[in-house]
């Protein structure tokens, strides 16, 4: 038996190099599966619940694809159609989905929120995107470096602009497969320091590097990868005029580019704000791999959802 079976997906802090390598493997496994047509129904008869308390456009769609061509079938519940909506208890909706339900996926604002689901769900718990973390991007990421470049550790990721879930994902991740990461961004605006000095943990077992700096130059300096996210994330939207200012030195543009290693690989998880944290021309240049990302959330998690939920 897999030591993913039956496991919640809250944070890649949960899982061991070997076991994110397991994913990582698998998911090349089966986007070659998919590319040659040969199917794979390993989820066939299960059903996945997926809880959006916030919008999303790959998350849904890639868990909701991944799950038929896994032979399954997903379900699209928002908040404002679940009784949660109203103030059911998360023990008794986890409880009641746990009875439908082989896993739920739930992408909402407090990471709490989906540790309580967790921890009253009997069937597998994914975390989809709280405000603290973004797991499923990173694994996918992590598959996209990897095929890219064709290796992981000893790497540097260059990520500019909030500490936010993002930010502390590729802080989990990366120093989890010892890759380097510096993070660079307004002091105030710094990934939270309980992340950081996880990372830094992690970083010490791998033998890799986290540096969080307030100079965008400093952090992209030999890096084989600039990664940059939205400077007002979901829930922060009236923040979003100010925190233009604040983040305006950080953008990924072409001066950005020519400071990190020749060829650089340009990440962002999506949706992009043109002309603010990126330049059209970056997120849509050569070095850009935004889209392969996006497409690698498919294959990562269905990686994810077949371990987790397989038999
Ligand atoms: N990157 C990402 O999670 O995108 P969505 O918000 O569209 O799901
Ligand atoms: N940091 C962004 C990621 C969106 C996929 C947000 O939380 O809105």
Redesign the pocket.
């Known amino acids: 038996m897999n030591s993913l079976r039956g496991r919640h997906f809250l944070s890649l802090q949960d899982f061991s190099l070997t076991e994110i390598a397991m994913l990582l493997d698998f998911a090349r496994d089966l986007k070659q599966r998919q590319k040659r047509g040969e199917p794979h129904p390993l989820l066939a008869g299960k059903t996945l619940a997926m809880i959006f308390q916030k919008?999303?456009?790959?998350?849904?769609v890639s868990f909701e694809v991944g799950m038929w061509q896994l032979g399954g079938h997903a379900l699209f519940l928002s908040s404002q159609e679940l009784q949660m909506g109203r103030g059911e208890p998360i023990k008794d909706t986890a409880a009641v989905l746990s009875r439908y339900v082989d896993g739920i996926m739930i992408r909402t604002f407090k990471h709490s929120d989906v540790e309580e689901l967790a921890s009253f769900a009997t069937v597998p718990v994914i975390n989809g995107?709280t405000d603290l973390l973004?797991p499923c991007?990173v694994l996918a990421d992590l598959l996209t470096v990897e095929e890219k470049l064709g290796k992981l550790a000893g790497l540097k990721l260059a990520y500019l602009g909030d500490g936010n879930n993002v930010a502390h994902s590729l802080l989990l991740g990366c120093t989890k497969v010892g890759m380097n990461i510096a993070v660079a961004g307004p002091e105030n605006y710094w990934p939270l320091p309980e992340i950081t000095a996880k990372a830094r943990e992690n970083a010490a077992t791998s033998r890799c590097s986290v540096l969080i700096t307030v100079d965008p130059l400093e952090a992209v300096k030999d890096a084989d990868i600039i990664y940059t996210d939205v400077w007002a994330s979901m829930g922060k939207e009236e923040e979003k005029a100010e925190r233009k200012n604040v983040f305006a030195p950080y953008q990924v543009n072409d001066n950005i580019l020519k400071a990190a290693r020749p060829g650089a690989l340009v990440m962002h998880?999506?949706?992009a704000y043109r002309g603010d944290e990126i330049t059209a021309e970056v997120l849509e240049g050569e070095q850009s791999v935004v889209i392969d990302q996006a497409e690698n959330r498919l294959h990562a998690q269905k990686a994810l959802l077949a371990l987790l939920m397989g038999n």
């Open positions: 919008p999303s456009t790959r998350t849904r995107l973004h991007q998880c999506l949706p």
